[in-house]
């Protein structure tokens, strides 16, 4: 179960007053909501979406610049052949099942799981068992169906705790057997509900005039990463292994999609694709310098065993015992470790958890998601699946476009096998129609099939050989068509798909992570509600800098302007604040905002020119001149100094309350 | 007519040769290449991505972070009702005819200009005449119909060339009938095609899992900014005038996209909405700022006499002679032209153009387009629009969302009006059901009808009223139910809806643009292709240093390591070329990237720690220590020093010839 969600400073998290102070600063907004809003569509205002323009800046720099990733910016329209191809127009889809009375629409597993505990619940109640507050899983969010007080049988119990434990393994048809065996009326209606569908989570449109070209919105943005790789390599001068990188919306039309950013159906992603070779163990050459890197981690047996207790280990030593495959997944793993700690993710809040093999994408062959505690539980933000060559090989097999690495070998490597040799004259005119299935049959026999063919041969004269699609099934194949031959051959180049390890970011859930992890509430004297503070680190925060002026008076407009501008000119964003409100209302505003600096401007800096600089989080200040201040806001904002360093280098100012009003 | 492309030294421009360059350096590549492409549909490669995010960089910093902006990010999914009222739904539309026989779908307009410009074509030939390269217009590009040799009478030369000077008139029935009355035969297949039909240009899908909310993918970012205007004025705390601002992907389903990135169906748009108050001549508080910037201008009434004369002017006058209507339009004018200028646009081939009434959008009342002259012709790249109150207007009456500014007037306004008087109690049993009609018509009558309704019932103690909706259409009140008033009040607020100037950014054809603008072709001795460069400034160059060392020497892996990573603790990409190919090659595969500055370590560097730095455009070079260096590197990238600045500081180098191969 997850500790109930708490704030940067361990207060309990008041959800409702985040909520409303969010929506008071124009974080975000729901989408359209004038005309009556879109469920999970939603715009970000002014300081959401300065937050994600840092986020992705510093994401940029900490992966992209810092491992010279190939950015590409693919479009969104995709059209359907790809995506058929990729698995996502077959296997891209919840199962869904509709309420015949009300028309309501609810995702079956979600359904299903909600009857069932509602019943467990209402059977402890029965008996008399204290009832726990649940763990809230976002993944498997669900409205909660009202329990009633009806003791169950202790098998029935039993039973019912099975199903939930096995949930994700339900297909659709077993789903809709449930619902009848349980008999899971929908509590709003008293009906039960139709059998389950599968419903595809694309958007569909279609391109040209023609409406004869079906596509989507791309799902995820790695298929178009996956189709330029041959030119990838190549603007690689085909050095491997290297990373391809791409920053864009994604769309997914959720069933039901939940109030919050936690599940919306349009989303930013920052998705990288890196290729390795599959041979000698991904070993990746950075890996010394993470290895020593502290996870915490909840593995596939854990889980498995009904548990949840995570393991504070290194990178170094989980690859070396093999909990984590292999040294490129492990060094992903760390690097978004480094990332969530340099953007302001509270560690105590992040684990890393592993898929169990039944909840993986169809086209993971392993995958760990860091997932990050909120009010919603835990909250999976990044996905690191190793794709295998899964994504490569069917594009190429689909396509015939060679989406591999030629690879000069050190030295010839030599290869002895055994070759099907037809004499192509004799064996047309021998098959007629069936020619070509039985050649294909004989191509596709194995290393030890041919040495036992060619044995058969050599003593009958003929072998016999089962062909699909011929008639009766068999061919018998004389020596006078066919040969096997054992040939040694030399090989200087060697061919391979790379695999792929994909870091996968949802930007929305780790901003609204961030949010909750970087929230707190200040003490008030009077009876006002509590006033909270975001307090983002700098490099990340909104705005930089609150610039108030403790008077409205004229000779203060020049000081305002130019230190705006020389701000400016640095490329940090200030915001002036000369409303009438005193000056602790005016920086209790900017708490909310998260702006970590503020400037006052006071009638000694009208005389010699001197600044007050307020640090938000401790509230204290120091005073200089103009440089000197400036200089501390860069190093401060660029994160080459913390505000210790600061208070130690500038004479604290304590001359003015904060909190008394303006002159 | 626009004189030919030439490169940023005046050479004709070599497109082919451009184009294989942008293709081998990967640029920007069509999507889905490998199962055939999609028309319209561009991905952009590590090249072009770090280009467009550098283009973007510089517009938040030029015109967000200067102007104090609202940035928001909306989403691209919006629901039909949205578009409707906004006037797309009905008007976003292209006429298209489709040919019967090979079933080709052609833009009409298109198609009736190709044909009536090849029958022109063919006079001119009959004729004897020298025939013309007639200047593309992008706007208007089309398959150029082949012509023939045959004279036409001079009444009907005169005909076609009026219809041709008039063909953005002409809506679908017009067109249709011009191509039957001139029997305008497809030439590929005879034929005639079908009576044009509207083609809307939005994709369509629908939202949800009911399937029962239309909804299409936004084709202009700026109706998310206008839905959310009352939240941002809030944000605003009230202040007018303001800019909101959003950079984001939109979508149009062209129905014959033309090769490269100037007609596409996925596009990056920066968008900004700057709400004025339309009463005291939209003054800008900043307007003195630029006056004094001078523009190309190329106004509507010039157009109207059928010609392309350009004028120089300063932005004040043109302001004050009317030539652009107000300062807030003309202020935005000078910023854009001081953006297009500051990344690197070539100033003489820019122009701004004033769009003619009948080619303006359904929303707008003024419009100019920063144009840039390309291969293609004069290309549209920015449009700058007065779109009055018409968006604002038209989604408050459909929702009935407050989407006004109430401002607190410094003193009172006294009103003086009639005001109509209603006996409810007696009223409402008089009239029965046609109660509320009667009141409606009452209500929506005009302060001069009621002065004269004011006067007959005073007189004949009853009038007589039209009243839409009741029996027989006119209603009877006496004076027991109904008065006039004249009254005298006092008002404290006005109420007003904002106008919104938008100038609205292309970032696909101004980084096309940009790429042409900075384009040139050095010279070389031997046979080879000439050399291409691109000469882009280093602000917005995708990587800013090229790392060579001289020879694959184990002693110099440090040093190009050590290099790389101070560069990029200073924000500054690089890339290490350590491949075989001589230095001249290395450098010059980077001129083709547009890399501006390059680092040579040769074997000083490993002696004294000394390094090279050679500028792309002159190859000249300076040598001087690390830090000196990299001080240099980071002048040049931030733009506030020229190599001419880095020349006059640092020691010449002359000692090494870069064509020679590495040693």
Same mark, same amino acid.
């Given at each position: 179960?997850?500790?109930?969600?708490?704030?940067?400073?361990?207060?309990?998290?008041?959800?409702?007053?985040?909520?409303?102070?969010?929506?008071?600063?124009?974080?975000?907004?729901?989408?359209?909501?004038?005309?009556?809003?879109?469920?999970?569509?939603?715009?970000?205002?002014?300081?959401?979406?300065?937050?994600?323009?840092?986020?992705?800046?510093?994401?940029?720099?900490?992966?992209?610049?810092?491992?010279?990733?190939?950015?590409?910016?693919?479009?969104?329209?995709?059209?359907?052949?790809?995506?058929?191809?990729?698995?996502?127009?077959?296997?891209?889809?919840?199962?869904?099942?509709?309420?015949?009375?009300?028309?309501?629409?609810?995702?079956?597993?979600?359904?299903?799981?909600?009857?069932?505990?509602?019943?467990?619940?209402?059977?402890?109640?029965?008996?008399?068992?204290?009832?726990?507050?649940?763990?809230?899983?976002?993944?498997?969010?669900?409205?909660?169906?009202?329990?009633?007080?009806?003791?169950?049988?202790?098998?029935?119990?039993?039973?019912?705790?099975?199903?939930?434990?096995?949930?994700?393994?339900?297909?659709?048809?077993?789903?809709?057997?449930?619902?009848?065996?349980?008999?899971?009326?929908?509590?709003?209606?008293?009906?039960?509900?139709?059998?389950?569908?599968?419903?595809?989570?694309?958007?569909?449109?279609?391109?040209?005039?023609?409406?004869?070209?079906?596509?989507?919105?791309?799902?995820?943005?790695?298929?178009?990463?996956?189709?330029?790789?041959?030119?990838?390599?190549?603007?690689?001068?085909?050095?491997?292994?290297?990373?391809?990188?791409?920053?864009?919306?994604?769309?997914?039309?959720?069933?039901?999609?939940?109030?919050?950013?936690?599940?919306?159906?349009?989303?930013?992603?920052?998705?990288?694709?890196?290729?390795?070779?599959?041979?000698?163990?991904?070993?990746?050459?950075?890996?010394?310098?993470?290895?020593?890197?502290?996870?915490?981690?909840?593995?596939?047996?854990?889980?498995?065993?009904?548990?949840?207790?995570?393991?504070?280990?290194?990178?170094?030593?989980?690859?070396?015992?093999?909990?984590?495959?292999?040294?490129?997944?492990?060094?992903?793993?760390?690097?978004?470790?480094?990332?969530?700690?340099?953007?302001?993710?509270?560690?105590?809040?992040?684990?890393?958890?592993?898929?169990?093999?039944?909840?993986?994408?169809?086209?993971?062959?392993?995958?760990?998601?860091?997932?990050?505690?909120?009010?919603?539980?835990?909250?999976?933000?990044?996905?690191?699946?190793?794709?295998?060559?899964?994504?490569?090989?069917?594009?190429?097999?689909?396509?015939?476009?060679?989406?591999?690495?030629?690879?000069?070998?050190?030295?010839?490597?030599?290869?002895?096998?055994?070759?099907?040799?037809?004499?192509?004259?004799?064996?047309?005119?021998?098959?007629?129609?069936?020619?070509?299935?039985?050649?294909?049959?004989?191509?596709?026999? *194995?290393?030890?099939? /041919?040495?036992?063919?060619?044995? $058969? =041969? @050599?003593?009958?004269?003929? %072998?016999?050989? +089962?062909?699909?699609?011929?008639?009766?099934?068999?061919?018998?194949?004389?020596?006078?068509?066919?040969?096997?031959?054992?040939?040694?051959?030399?090989?200087?180049?060697?061919?391979?798909?790379?695999?792929?390890?994909?870091?996968?970011?949802?930007?929305?859930?780790?901003?609204?992570?961030?949010?909750?992890?970087?929230?707190?509430?200040?003490?008030?004297?009077?009876?006002?509600?509590?006033?909270?503070?975001?307090?983002?680190?700098?490099?990340?925060?909104?705005?930089?800098?609150?610039?108030?002026?403790?008077?409205?008076?004229?000779?203060?407009?020049?000081?305002?302007?130019?230190?705006?501008?020389?701000?400016?000119?640095?490329?940090?964003?200030?915001?002036?604040?000369?409303?009438?409100? *005193?000056?602790?209302? /005016?920086?209790?505003?900017?708490? $909310? =905002? @998260?702006?970590?600096?503020? %400037?006052?401007? +006071?009638?000694?800096?009208?005389?010699?020119?001197?600044?007050?600089?307020?640090?938000?989080?401790?509230?204290?200040?120091?005073?200089?001149?103009?440089?000197?201040?400036?200089?501390?806001?860069?190093?401060?904002?660029?994160?080459?100094?913390?505000?210790?360093?600061?208070?130690?280098?500038?004479?604290?100012?304590?001359?003015?309350?904060?909190?008394?009003?303006?002159?």
């Amino acid at each position: 179960m997850a500790a109930p969600a708490t704030t940067l400073k361990g207060q309990p998290l008041d959800k409702p007053l985040l909520e409303r102070m969010l929506r008071r600063r124009m974080f975000y907004t729901p989408s359209f909501e004038i005309y009556g809003g879109v469920a999970g569509l939603y715009d970000y205002g002014p300081p959401g979406c300065s937050l994600q323009a840092n986020i992705i800046d510093q994401w940029r720099k900490h992966f992209i610049l810092e491992e010279d990733m190939l950015e590409v910016d693919c479009t969104v329209l995709t059209p359907h052949d790809v995506l058929k191809t990729s698995g996502h127009v077959d296997k891209f889809a919840d199962w869904m099942c509709k309420d015949p009375k009300n028309g309501e629409i609810m995702r079956a597993d979600h359904y299903v799981e909600a009857i069932l505990e509602a019943r467990l619940q209402g059977d402890k109640e029965a008996r008399g068992k204290k009832v726990e507050d649940k763990e809230e899983d976002p993944k498997k969010k669900k409205k909660k169906a009202k329990s009633e007080a009806v003791k169950l049988d202790d098998a029935v119990v039993q039973e019912y705790e099975e199903v939930l434990a096995r949930i994700d393994n339900y297909d659709g048809p077993a789903l809709g057997e449930l619902i009848k065996k349980y008999d899971l009326k929908n509590p709003a209606t008293g009906m039960l509900p139709s059998d389950p569908a599968a419903f595809n989570l694309m958007f569909q449109t279609s391109i040209g005039p023609n409406s004869n070209l079906p596509g989507y919105m791309r799902p995820e943005t790695a298929q178009g990463q996956f189709l330029n790789f041959a030119k990838l390599l190549d603007f690689n001068q085909s050095g491997m292994p290297f990373a391809s990188a791409s920053i864009g919306k994604s769309y997914r039309n959720e069933i039901s999609p939940r109030a919050g950013l936690l599940r919306v159906r349009e989303f930013l992603m920052a998705e990288i694709e890196h290729f390795v070779d599959p041979q000698g163990g991904k070993k990746h050459h950075r890996f010394q310098e993470i290895e020593n890197v502290e996870l915490v981690l909840l593995d596939r047996d854990t889980q498995l065993s009904g548990k949840t207790d995570t393991r504070k280990i290194t990178v170094g030593q989980a690859v070396k015992e093999k909990l984590i495959d292999n040294e490129t997944l492990g060094y992903f793993l760390a690097r978004i470790h480094l990332f969530l700690e340099k953007i302001g993710i509270d560690l105590s809040k992040l684990r890393f958890r592993q898929h169990m093999a039944n909840e993986m994408a169809h086209y993971a062959c392993d995958c760990w998601d860091a997932e990050m505690l909120t009010t919603s539980g835990w909250v999976e933000c990044v996905g690191c699946a190793d794709r295998s060559a899964y994504d490569l090989s069917v594009h190429a097999k689909k396509t015939g476009a060679p989406l591999v690495v030629r690879e000069q070998l050190a030295e010839p490597q030599i290869i002895e096998e055994w070759q099907v040799r037809i004499e192509k004259k004799k064996f047309g005119p021998v098959f007629k129609k069936d020619a070509k299935n039985v050649e294909d049959a004989l191509e596709a026999t *194995s290393q030890e099939q /041919r040495e036992k063919l060619a044995k $058969e =041969l @050599g003593e009958a004269g003929k %072998i016999s050989l +089962d062909v699909a699609g011929i008639a009766n099934g068999k061919a018998e194949i004389s020596k006078d068509v066919l040969a096997f031959e054992f040939v040694k051959r030399s090989v200087n180049t060697r061919e391979y798909t790379p695999n792929v390890i994909e870091p996968s970011f949802g930007i929305g859930r780790i901003l609204y992570s961030l949010i909750e992890h970087n929230f707190w509430t200040r003490g008030v004297d009077g009876g006002d509600e509590a006033r909270g503070v975001l307090s983002f680190p700098p490099t990340i925060a909104p705005i930089k800098v609150l610039i108030v002026p403790i008077s409205s008076k004229d000779e203060f407009k020049p000081l305002l302007k130019g230190l705006s501008q020389k701000l400016r000119g640095l490329g940090i964003s200030s915001r002036v604040d000369d409303s009438s409100a *005193s000056i602790g209302k /005016r920086y209790s505003r900017n708490d $909310e =905002l @998260g702006t970590p600096l503020g %400037i006052t401007i +006071d009638f000694q800096t009208v005389q010699d020119g001197s600044l007050t600089l307020r640090d938000r989080d401790s509230m204290s200040q120091v005073r200089a001149d103009e440089t000197r201040i400036l200089e501390a806001i860069r190093s401060l904002v660029d994160g080459s100094k913390t505000w210790a360093d600061i208070e130690s280098e500038l004479p604290k100012f304590e001359g003015q309350e904060l909190d008394v009003a303006a002159r």
